[in-house]
């Protein structure tokens, strides 16, 4: 069995696992993480050890070969892990490069000059969304420091109050008489207005409706496009609220919203292979590469994949700018964030299925069909893996059938191994974001209708309506999600049982691991928290809109004629919390905010050492504020994780009652 033999099978497995240990804290000290051949050593060890798992698994731990459902159910399992564990090899590939472009965006900056700056069209598209969540978008569209540009709203919900608003902004308002093409069509129909300009634009910016551009957004993406073969620049989507998996467990401030690793650190290892995806939103376009392909495609509800491989197949480069250069708003409901995720595998199908699939006869380069292959092997194989880890013990508990036969010794061996490097190695390049137990909520609880979308788009790829992410609405108060979370209350209530009935049993025998039982017993134990906190994430606490500084800051009330000094400690749209002087209710006085001015407030709730204000800015303060709040160039949210915070929090999630 390879090892430490004169340690025995246990002391051997834990002394193997203690050495991945402490090469990770080595790692961990000393590793530049920008480093290829450092990366590409780490993620070596990683595919080697993943190789050896698979290796043991298809040889050593399956039932016994036979017409028997234990054989069936066996190796069933086993091929749903290693076409996951493909992809993850894949991912390992991927992530032994890295790139950065910040320097070369700053080197470049007013490529042009001494000419004039080019012209660009910023396009905001809409659908359905609230004015609340487009006029932060529009105002911050409009402050953007690049000086040749036209803000241009394209509304495909044809709403007259939406025109009279970019009206009184000074911005552009377009309407079509239909919705053919959904997001897609409505930029073409953009496009094709664009074109008869007297001024035509030769760039495009795309923002999604409740995306807000900070002030270099423009002008840093500009400076990537010194290099003509570029056909887009595609940014980083950072959110200034939390995801639902990160506020329905409590974890707002100390863990990071579900797509912090790929921003941050997938991307930029694509974009050093040169396969840097489009995510729609946040990028910027070569109007002559757009024109070259006949506008944005629509054979896929995510064109922003598509568009990504339409360019590379003509021959035009994306890139990837890592910098904090646009924030939005992350769906707010479970069921709008599970929709969102399907809709995007339910694309990649479509296009894995189309001309420009990975096996289509087509001009896209090895590299760009490996680009889909990876992105296709997730979304086909991790979610329907994850189910499969929930359903296959309870076939122990009331089968006795053994899908996974081996010894608690092999199982740290070989797995305990793997996935502790793996670990390791994710959380070293990323600064410690993956904490697994976290991740696998967050794959479980969409994971049933993102493997329905899988595979209804594998085998019928067309026909299929683009389904918006709603954004807004009232979100004051607990709601339960019954629907979403009645399938994972069903399979904890089984576990349980069966968990019970097998303890109960003549079968059941803890101290008999040869035969895969204590395996069986700790997968159990460990899906049975699994599942209780996926349960949890489906019950919704309520949101308000919260800006809380990273240390107060001074913010004079003036009062009676009097200057009082203040801590300002948090700011929304109308209301602000400050401390260093107690106020009766009802008190009014005009708070001194930075960037804002002077805005009449009154008091309205007490605090120990300060209290609670209602704002009442004018129109010119209002939108100052959305410029103050959104439109920094810096990174809002958790990029970091602390795991004794997320545990504190947690906690504190699990003995809090909703609401409260």
């Known amino acids: 069995m390879g090892g430490f033999p004169y340690l025995g099978e246990a002391g051997s497995a834990l002394a193997q696992v203690m050495l991945v240990a402490a090469a990770g804290v080595l790692i961990n000290q000393f ?46 399992l086993l091929s749903l892990e290693l076409l996951s ?10 992530l032994t490069r890295y790139r950065d472009r910040s320097r070369e965006a700053t080197e470049h900056l007013g490529w042009w000059e001494p000419g004039p700056p080019p012209r660009i069209s910023l396009m905001i598209a809409t659908y359905n969304e609230e004015l609340e969540v487009l006029e932060r978008t529009i105002v911050g569209a409009k402050s953007l420091r690049y000086p040749n540009k036209q803000v241009v709203v394209l509304d495909d919900g044809r709403r007259d109050w939406l025109r009279d608003y970019c009206e009184k902004q000074g911005v552009r308002y377009l309407r079509r008489a ?3 093409g959904s997001k ?9 207005v664009l074109a008869a300009d007297p001024e035509p634009s030769e760039f495009i910016a795309v923002l999604d409706a409740d995306f807000v551009p ?7 993406s500009l400076a990537l496009f010194h290099d003509p073969r570029v056909g887009l620049v595609q940014t980083p989507q950072h959110f200034f609220n939390a995801d639902p998996i990160q506020h329905n467990l409590g974890l707002d401030r100390s863990y990071p919203d579900e797509q912090r690793f790929f921003f941050d650190h997938m991307q930029p290892a694509r974009d050093a292979w040169g396969i840097a995806i489009c995510c729609g939103t946040s990028s910027v376009i070569r109007r002559a590469a757009l024109d070259e392909l006949g506008g944005f495609p629509t054979d896929s509800v995510t064109e922003d994949f598509l568009l990504t491989l339409a360019l590379q197949e003509k021959g035009w480069k994306s890139v990837y700018l890592n910098e904090a250069l646009t924030e939005g708003l992350a769906p707010e409901g479970l069921k709008e964030y599970v929709t969102q995720r399907a809709r995007w595998c339910l694309g990649l199908m479509q296009i894995a299925r189309g001309p420009l699939g990975p096996f289509a006869r087509n001009g896209l380069r090895i590299r760009d069909r490996w680009s889909v292959i990876d992105t296709t092997f997730y979304w086909l194989t991790s979610f329907v893996f994850r189910l499969a880890g929930l359903l296959f013990p309870l076939l122990y508990w009331y089968f006795n059938v053994t899908v996974v036969n081996a010894s608690v010794a092999d199982v740290i061996r070989f797995f305990g191994t793997y996935f502790l490097w793996v670990s390791i190695a994710m959380n070293t390049i990323s600064g410690g974001l993956i904490i697994p137990l976290a991740h696998d909520v967050s794959q479980i609880v969409g994971a049933i209708p993102i493997t329905r979308a899988a595979f209804t788009g594998i085998l019928r790829p067309k026909g299929h309506a683009f389904k918006v992410t709603a954004k807004g609405g009232d979100r004051s108060k607990v709601q339960v999600q019954w629907r979403m979370m009645m399938p994972f209350l069903i399979t904890l209530g089984l576990t349980v049982v069966g968990l ?36 949890l994430v489906c019950v919704e606490l309520p949101r308000q809109e919260r800006h809380i500084a990273d240390e107060p800051e001074l913010a004079p009330m003036l009062l009676d004629g009097r200057k009082l000094k203040l801590w300002l400690t948090s700011v929304t749209r109308d209301t602000a919390t400050v401390r260093g002087h107690q106020f009766a209710i009802g008190t009014r006085g005009r708070l001194q905010l930075r960037d804002v001015g002077d ?3 009154v008091v309205i709730g007490q605090r120990e050492d300060g209290a609670i204000l209602h704002l009442n800015p004018n129109d010119e303060q209002h939108e100052a504020l959305y410029l103050r709040f959104y439109t920094e160039d810096n990174a809002p949210g958790i990029t970091t994780v602390k795991l004794g ?16």
């Open 31 to 76: 590793m530049d993480r920008r480093s290829p051949w450092q990366r590409g050593l780490v993620f070596s060890v990683a595919i080697a050890l993943a190789l050896r798992y698979a290796w043991w698994r298809a040889t050593e731990t399956l039932a016994p070969p036979g017409l028997t459902f234990s054989f069936a159910a066996s190796v069933f």
């Open 85 to 94: 564990m493909a992809g993850s090899v894949s991912a390992f590939l991927l």
């Open 178 to 180: 239909d919705n053919k």
């Open 184 to 192: 897609a069509g409505n930029i073409n129909n953009g496009l094709r």
């Open 214 to 220: 900070h002030r270099g957004f423009l002008s840093r």
């Open 500 to 535: 019970f009935l097998g303890s109960i049993s003549d079968r059941f025998a803890f101290y008999d691991a040869g035969d895969g039982k204590a395996v069986v017993l700790f997968w159990t134990f460990y899906n049975i928290f699994l599942l209780a906190l996926t349960c």
């Open 599 to 601: 805005v009449d407030c």
């Open 645 to 660: 915070r997320v545990l504190a929090d947690l906690g504190s999630r699990l003995t809090t009652r909703p609401g409260l």
